[in-house]
């Protein structure tokens, strides 16, 4: 089945600064990689998502960067703001539809 | 607001004790999914439903059944938990579209579940 690793575990930065979180996966037949933010007391929300026939996409601060060949896929948020603060969560997925999960990210942005 | 809820917010429960959980949708969509999130351990898929048929059973213990009357409601009933069972419970929900992948999936806010 599909493995998804995440790092850093944990991430503190300076408000202002750039954020880079990365994963890796291992199987090719993925196609999806969406990233979802957590806050304290709430379920995952969605924040971005690329398929497999993009390489780059971005939202305003945030940019996702999907490398198919070497199966490794990475989250940018620029500008970083206190309300950044929250764990993060890679996901990869397949055409059965099922999503393996990262083990998180706990962002922390110093005002 | 995602369009998907989570009843109850908070549950505890001892070990000989039978609750149920509630996950209603408001997206129109055709798939819903149930996760078990603990502090140790990555998001952990639990069941399927598609079209209110269950596809998929990720091994999960027989004290967990799910249940699906419609596309815009899910049920986990549980019985006889495991204090290890403790963790947040996740319904998610999506569109199901064939020939496009991997859908996107909506998350409610969880229901967090003590099991003394």
């Known amino acids: 089945g599909e493995n998804v690793e995440q790092h850093p575990s944990t991430l503190s930065v300076q408000e202002g600064d750039s954020a880079v979180i990365k994963c890796t996966y291992s199987?090719?037949?993925?196609?999806?990689f969406p990233w979802y933010k957590q806050e304290l007391g709430k379920g995952p929300q969605l924040i971005i998502d690329?398929?497999?026939?993009?390489g780059e996409k971005k939202d305003q601060r945030i940019a996702v960067t999907l490398n198919k060949t070497a199966k490794h896929f990475s989250l940018h948020i620029t500008e970083t703001q206190p309300e950044d603060s929250a764990v993060y969560f890679c996901?990869?997925?397949?055409?059965?539809?099922?999503?393996?999960f990262g083990g998180g990210t706990r962002l922390m942005v110093k005002p | 607001e995602t369009g998907v809820t989570q009843t109850p917010r908070h549950l505890v429960m001892g070990m000989t004790n039978k609750k149920s959980l509630k996950c209603e949708q408001h997206?129109?969509?055709?798939?819903m999914y149930w996760y078990k999130q603990s502090a140790k351990k990555p998001l952990e898929l639990m069941f399927v439903?598609?079209?209110?048929?269950?596809?998929e059973n990720n091994s999960v213990p027989s004290r967990f059944s799910p249940e699906c009357p419609n596309s815009s409601h899910l049920f986990l009933h549980l019985h006889t938990l495991q204090p290890e069972d403790s963790a947040l419970y996740l319904c998610?929900?999506?569109?199901?579209?064939?020939?496009?992948?991997?859908?996107?999936?909506?998350f409610g806010p969880g229901t967090r579940l003590t099991v003394l």
């Open positions: 690329i398929r497999s026939n993009v």
């Open positions: 997206l129109g969509h055709n798939a």
């Open positions: 998610a929900s999506s569109q199901r579209l064939a020939g496009v992948g991997a859908d996107t999936q909506y």
């Open positions: 199987d090719s037949a993925s196609n999806y």
């Open positions: 996901a990869a997925g397949d055409a059965g539809n099922m999503l393996t």
């Open positions: 439903y598609n079209f209110k048929e269950q596809t």
